[in-house]
């Protein structure tokens, strides 16, 4: 992500210069650019934002016709490159459906989502630290990622009854690798969405393996 993120945003101040230095004029039009990369980032099976670096055929022309440019211009205003990108991805990996997810509903309400993820990713250790301990304190470790016919394993009951973050349910599977087997057995509309959604947000995270397998093995072997 990384990379992406820097060219995407090197790209970005090259355009102002070009285009209004003092104004920054671009910078909305930006926005605009994050937001439908990463929308169909995480609702199109085929759009990788890592492999397109964030470009889409969105035009300046077509965005000054939208009505609700406005709510572009106003995220601009209020936060830098990393962020606007950072404000987008807390949102769409955490609302329902993110195919739906509106941009003005977004700036309404999409802040508490925001701070909500920022303080989830800034101390992502002590987090899957605390989840972990709490489901795997008095539960058989294989036993929560067994399948059993259609049924979902408790591992996936733990996330959809929101005892575990997102991030803890992808940096399990980054140390366990369960999630093609289940893709492969469980045929179920909610776990392909979620499935989907790991698949779609963890290169987003900055996950050392074996720092989180040191820390599970603790927990799991007390």
């Known amino acids: 992500?990384?990379?992406?993120?820097?060219?995407?945003?090197?790209?970005?101040k090259k355009i102002r210069q070009k285009f209004d230095p003092i104004t920054f004029f671009m910078m909305p039009f930006d926005a605009y650019k994050q937001y439908l990369s990463l929308k169909n980032h995480f609702t199109k099976e085929k759009y990788d934002y890592h492999k397109y670096c964030g470009k889409s055929r969105a035009t300046v022309q077509s965005f000054y016709k939208r009505k609700d440019r406005f709510w572009f211009e106003k995220l601009s205003r209020n936060k830098d490159d990393k962020e606007v990108i950072e404000f987008f991805i807390s949102n769409f990996i955490t609302c329902t459906d993110p195919g739906k997810l509106w941009i003005g509903e977004m700036i309404r309400e999409g802040e508490s989502r925001y701070t909500s993820w920022k303080k989830r990713t800034q101390s992502l250790t002590y987090l899957f630290k605390e989840e972990t301990g709490s489901i795997f304190a008095d539960s058989n470790f294989d036993s929560m990622f067994m399948l059993d016919g259609s049924r979902h394993p408790q591992i996936l009951k733990e996330y959809l009854k929101d005892n575990i973050s997102i991030e803890t349910l992808i940096i399990l599977d980054r140390i366990l690798g369960f999630r093609k087997n289940w893709d492969k057995k469980l045929q179920d509309p909610v776990w392909e969405t979620v499935s989907m959604r790991m698949r779609k947000y963890s290169p987003f995270l900055n996950i050392e393996v074996s720092r989180y397998k040191k820390v599970l093995q603790e927990i799991v072997l007390k």
């Not at 990384?2 to 790209?11: K, P, T, V, Y």
């Open 1 to 12: 992500m990384q990379n992406c993120l820097f060219d995407s945003i090197f790209a970005r």
